[in-house]
């Protein structure tokens, strides 16, 4: 015989039989609609058509702006290069042996002590008033001291 | 009791005759096991590559696909002080083969694969564009290495052109070539590089780690075939340039000053010469030249004995420029001034040794004035004594003599002047004259310009600044200054030093410069001997002055190295020193004292000119002393 004593039994409490009146509405609930997995299909194909074109797209975007980026740098490196290149050209047209032998080859000659000289009437470099100054064509100064040089 | 339990309390398994259903479940489980083997198989190896593995496959595909190429930072240009460019850098074209494209080979199972191209055929199409012999290219071409130089540093258009042909084997890279645009101008100050780039000589050794750019970095991906991968990784670092270096130096008096040396050795037959133009009041160098010169553009053709900048490493016996120094400390100490008047004999005997003037004249009493007009050796010499050994060294030195004055320049000689305890009982009479002592041209000039600074000594300066990435220039440090003498000292010894130029017993007269007052002292010194005591047979001639004489503003050093017949300062240097000086002043934009010429009077002038160079076009190519 066991030690531990069996549950004890709780009466079952009678629950009131449901009337008619309690029970709820039923209603005619509409069947859902078919799912129609061709258009899923569809659907799915062109997400991932659109993606994989939207992807393609951008990467062929890419590498044209990046194709156009290596253009734009190799124009700027040729820049730089025949920019230092003039550079370099100035410097040696200026060179001032260049320059005097030009012009003995153009039968200048070379100047005398006179490197300076003594003007009848002031220059506006030099205070005068534009008045004071004739035209620009009867200045015979104009082409070689003008201001404006 | 159920069947399942009846059959778990039996003693012994029975073998029980599975159906075909069972016998599927049993093999596919066992196919599920090797299935889970081989998948943990599968994801051990995974774990091992994409984890333990996985930094050296990184490294390993970054290798295959990254192109690193370096990017080489441009090397500062070098201007003169109006930004006119001495030394830049362009790029070029650099030529190479590769040897292997031109000799047959064997595969690894034995077939010969005959050349990629035609070593005689490549070497005759090069030959004329790299102009070099066809026969050399070919020796190159067929040689037993992989990489060859065919030319370096060729212009850009014909490496262009030899990129266009396309030949087998056959490479071209862009490489900066250093330049030097005026031909040599200023070359022995600005220096040289060598085909690497690093600086060899010059300026360009002295600030090398100025001008040196810091080299950039560009890691692209590229594809197996070598093409690059356009929307690949692409990382730049780019390059620094190196920084501007701005000089001193003024191209028009630079020039100036090369023509003038190079017209007086060739004019006296001498073996050099030098020239240097200084600014008083700041120490700027305007100009500093040597004859016999070189191009640096042509480096590989000179003597290296023209590379020197023998204005600073090359010193020689000041001669009578000296007594300037020796009478303004003897004014400065007190024991004569200008106008004092002293009893100079034809001779003085010191430790048993007679000195005269250079041409012996009369017992006379000249004042200091005249004893500087004629440089008199003996006047000099007597005022020596008087200021003795001690002051006479602490006034050369604090001149500038026997020691460096500060620009840093390669091979900067401090020059010689010995301690005052080494000197001989003769060292007093000589040293005070300029004999057994010994300056470097810009010595000279700096001591001249600090008598023409009243006083001030300023050290001498070949940079003016420097230009980064800015664009700006940092000027470099102001100069240091220290007074030598009294202003009042330095005024005497200019008004002294004038009247060697226009006083009617001056040595120095044809220094004058049309239109300004000229100071200057000429010197007459002979050249030590090299391989015995005493003197040789070879003179030194020097002038050294300031103009204008009221207002120094330039000084300007002459120095002729073994002129003949002709040789003494006054005859040789003094017109080169009128003329670089006229140049110099001209250039600098400093007023004459009396501009004097008008414009009808210049045009007639010119005309003249004009009219003179037309009857006689080859006396214009080369003025003559006298336009000078």
Redesign the interface.
């Known amino acids: 015989m066991s030690a531990v004593a069996p549950p004890r039994r709780t009466p079952r409490v009678a629950t009131p039989l449901r009337r008619d009146t309690d029970r709820p509405q039923l209603r005619v609930v509409q069947p859902a609609r078919p799912v129609h997995t061709l258009l899923y299909a569809l659907a799915t194909i062109v997400v991932l058509a659109g993606a994989i074109f939207g992807t393609v797209t951008l990467?062929a975007l890419?590498?044209?702006h990046?194709?156009e980026a290596?253009e734009l740098e190799a124009r700027v490196v040729e820049g730089e290069?025949v920019y230092?290149?003039r550079?370099?050209?100035?410097?040696?047209l200026?060179?001032?042996?260049?320059i005097?032998d030009a012009a003995?080859e153009l039968?200048l000659?070379?100047a005398?002590?006179?490197?300076?000289?003594?003007?009848?009437r002031a220059l506006p470099a030099d205070g005068a008033v534009t008045e004071t100054l004739p035209g620009d064509s009867a200045d015979p100064?104009k082409p070689v001291l003008s201001a404006d040089r | 009791m159920t069947e399942p339990r009846r059959l778990a309390t039996r003693p012994r398994r029975r073998i029980v005759r599975r159906g075909a259903g069972a016998t599927a479940v049993h093999r596919l489980r066992w196919l599920l096991g090797v299935y889970l083997l081989i998948a943990a198989i599968v994801v051990a190896q995974l774990v091992r590559v994409q984890v333990v593995d996985a930094p050296g496959y990184a490294d390993l595909s970054a290798s295959q696909r990254a192109r690193v190429i370096e990017l080489a930072g441009e090397r500062g240009r070098i201007y003169d002080r109006d930004g006119?460019?001495?030394a830049?850098?362009?790029?070029a074209a650099t030529v190479y083969a590769d040897p292997r494209a031109f000799r047959s080979r064997e595969t690894p199972d034995g077939r010969t694969v005959p050349p990629a191209a035609d070593a005689a055929a490549v070497a005759a199409q090069l030959a004329p564009l790299l102009e070099r012999d066809a026969s050399e290219l070919e020796e190159l071409l067929t040689g037993d290495n992989h990489f060859a130089y065919l030319a370096r540093q060729i212009d850009?258009e014909v490496g262009v052109t030899i990129r266009e042909l396309g030949l087998e084997g056959i490479g071209v890279i862009?490489e900066p070539e250093r330049?030097y645009?005026?031909?040599g101008?200023a070359g022995q100050v600005v220096g040289f590089t060598g085909i690497d780039g690093e600086g060899l000589q010059g300026l360009e050794a002295r600030y090398d780690d100025l001008l040196l750019g810091r080299p950039g970095m560009l890691t692209l991906e590229r594809a197996p075939g070598g093409l690059?991968i356009?929307?690949g990784t692409?990382e730049l670092i780019p390059s620094e340039p190196g920084t501007d270096l701005v000089l001193t130096l003024d191209?028009?008096v630079q020039?100036?000053a090369e023509?003038a040396a190079a017209e007086v050795t060739a004019a006296h037959g001498a073996a050099g010469a030098s020239v240097l133009v200084l600014e008083v009041g700041t120490g700027d160098i305007l100009a500093m030249a040597s004859a016999p010169t070189f191009d640096p553009n042509e480096r590989g053709d000179a003597d290296p004995e023209t590379w020197r900048n023998r204005a600073v490493t090359d010193v020689f016996e000041p001669g009578s420029t000296q007594k300037a120094l020796t009478i303004a400390a003897a004014i400065e100490e007190g024991l004569v001034d200008e106008d004092e008047v002293l009893r100079v004999p034809t001779g003085i005997t010191v430790a048993d040794k007679t000195f005269t003037d250079a041409t012996p004249q009369p017992t006379s009493d000249w004042s200091v004035s005249e004893i500087m007009e004629r440089s008199s050796n003996v006047g000099t010499i007597a005022i020596a004594q008087e200021l003795g050994a001690e002051r006479l060294d602490t006034y050369l030195r604090s001149f500038g003599e026997g020691s460096s004055t500060g620009t840093g320049f390669p091979g900067e000689s401090t020059g010689l002047l010995s301690p005052v305890d080494q000197w001989w009982s003769t060292s007093l009479p000589t040293i005070a004259i300029g004999q057994g002592v010994a300056v470097s041209l810009l010595q000279l000039a700096n001591s001249y310009a600090t008598l023409g600074n009243d006083g001030v000594a300023v050290a001498p300066r070949i940079v003016r600044g420097t230009v980064g990435d800015d664009g700006r220039l940092t000027p470099s440090a102001d100069p240091a200054e220290r007074r030598v003498v009294s202003a009042d000292t330095a005024q005497q010894v200019q008004r002294m030093l004038e009247r060697v130029v226009s006083g009617e017993s001056g040595t120095g007269s044809l220094a004058a410069v049309?239109?300004y007052r000229v100071a200057g002292k000429t010197g007459t010194a002979r050249k030590p001997s090299a391989d015995s005591r005493g003197y040789a047979g070879e003179y030194i001639a020097t002038f050294v002055g300031f103009a204008p004489a009221e207002d120094p503003q330039l000084v300007v050093a002459v120095m002729v190295d073994e002129p003949g017949p002709v040789y003494y300062g006054g005859l040789v240097a003094a017109p080169v020193f009128s003329e670089v000086m006229?140049t110099a002043l001209?250039s600098r934009r400093v007023?004459?004292q009396d501009?004097?010429?008008?414009?009808e009077?210049?045009i007639a002038?010119?005309a003249a000119?004009?009219a003179?160079?037309?009857v006689a076009p080859a006396a214009?190519?080369v003025?003559s002393p006298a336009?000078r």
């Open positions: 990467n890419a590498a044209a990046a194709v290596r290069r230092a290149q550079l370099a050209d100035v410097a040696a200026e060179d001032p042996a260049r005097r003995m039968g000659v070379p005398g002590p006179s490197r300076h000289l003594a003007l009848t100064l | 006119d460019v001495l830049t850098t362009v790029q850009h862009a330049t645009p005026a031909e101008l690059d356009a929307s692409r191209r028009e020039h100036a023509r049309d239109g006229g001209a007023l004459p501009p004097g010429t008008s414009l009077d210049a002038a010119a000119a004009r003179e160079a037309e214009a190519a003025p336009e």
